[in-house]
């Protein structure tokens, strides 16, 4: 299991708040790519692109497989769009016993 914590606060926090363990499937990419569009959902793909310095070939793929996860869904055009992060898609199950 990796380190949600060097992957961005945004997440993890919303993770450790619900006592839920992220889906297996999320890698830590995914996670740091979800964590810049929790801080600005309107965000570009060239930003993203500079702010993780990735290529933006690597962009696009990793935002199709969190579309297809159904974790990441685009609402809206283009410019006047907005990403959309569900929640419930990214737990897998909560857990009462679990320390945030």
Known sequence: MWNLKEVGKSVYNYISEKRCYPLVGLT????KILNEIKKDSKISLSDIEKKLNISRDTVKEYI???KKKKVLERIGKTSKGYWKINYKFITTFQRKDVTP
């Open 64 to 66: 199709s497989r969190l």
């Open 28 to 31: 830590k990419l995914e996670l």
